[in-house]
């Protein structure tokens, strides 16, 4: 069994038969049929059900498909990093951002973009739990999220605290600071992840350890969404005060949480104990420079 044999058997599990394998593969379906057989008969096991031309894997086929994945993307990555050792920085950086942290990004491509101009930039959106997930498939390398989040698979950079401000229609009020009790009758609304622990709980935590029930009236996980609503009137939402770096705030206002500080915290995460690009590398190195609009 070799490289060549474990790309035509992960070709053919992602196309699901055989002639759509060859014909993705540049070649005649016989020779891929044969060179499956030969693939079944040197491990002494059926790796596919058939069912028709549809082929579905057996436990077996699951397994190696699951190894192949990670020899194949292993030997990509050794084939990278030489490449780029003789050639210098250059292909492909994968970046994943939730949108309240999205002001991070810009100032860093843009340095990163002058001294690296060879480099592909891919950028992906998500909250921080899908994030973190395709850091863990290797769909990105490098995600930056919102804490808490479970880190065990993770290298981390921590990034510096950002303080929550409540954001509202520059028509409903011009006050400068406000407290949790007067903002706890406002219609509030919230980030909320799809999935796990995050500032939804952070913020409602706060209003309870005051005795406050907050009157919630939205929650999503979208800050550009939450900011659209302000701006409609339909109510106000608490959010890290970095977030309004990435957005126009002509007809809001910004409103300091007296008394009760809320905090969140934030981080640069990448797949523990796993090759990392030197692109990845350098562009971690863009945050060691405090860019104008960083949190502070």
Not at 105 to 129: A, M
Not at 257 to 266: F, P, R, V
Request: proline share 4%; with cysteine.
């Amino acid at each position: 069994m070799d490289l060549k044999q474990l790309r035509y058997f992960s070709t053919i599990v992602q196309e699901g038969q055989i002639t759509r394998a060859a014909k993705r593969l540049h070649m005649a379906q016989p020779p891929l049929s044969q060179q499956l057989k030969l693939l079944e008969q040197e491990l002494g096991t059926v790796l596919f059900d058939r069912n028709g031309k549809n082929l579905e894997l057996t436990e077996a086929g699951k397994i190696l498909y699951k190894k192949s994945q990670d020899l194949l993307k292993s030997f990509e990555d050794t084939v990278s990093e030489v490449k780029e050792v003789g050639e210098g920085i250059r292909g492909n950086l994968s970046i994943g951002s939730v949108k309240t942290c999205f002001s991070y990004i810009p100032v860093r491509l843009k340095y990163f973009r002058k001294q690296y101009p060879l480099v592909t930039i891919r950028l992906q959106e998500g909250d921080s739990s899908l994030l973190s997930t395709f850091v863990r498939n290797r769909d990105i390398e490098l995600a930056i999220v919102r804490l808490p989040l479970d880190l065990k698979d993770f290298s981390i950079l921590p990034l510096p605290k950002d303080r929550f401000v409540l954001v509202i229609p520059k028509k409903w009020s011009d006050k400068k600071t406000m407290k949790l009790n007067e903002i706890a009758d406002l219609p509030l609304l919230l980030l909320h992840r799809l999935k796990g622990v995050g500032l939804f709980e952070l913020v409602v935590d706060k209003f309870k350890s005051q005795g406050l029930v907050p009157n919630v009236v939205c929650q999503c996980p979208d800050a550009t969404m939450l900011i659209s609503l302000v701006q409609a009137e339909v109510g106000a939402a608490i959010l890290p005060k970095s977030t309004l770096n990435s957005f126009p705030t002509d007809n809001l206002n910004i409103i300091e949480i007296e008394e009760s500080k809320i905090e969140s915290e934030s981080a640069v995460i990448w797949l523990k104990d796993r090759y990392l690009s030197k692109s990845a590398i350098r562009f971690l190195e863009t945050f060691q420079i405090q860019f104008v609009g960083d949190a502070k």
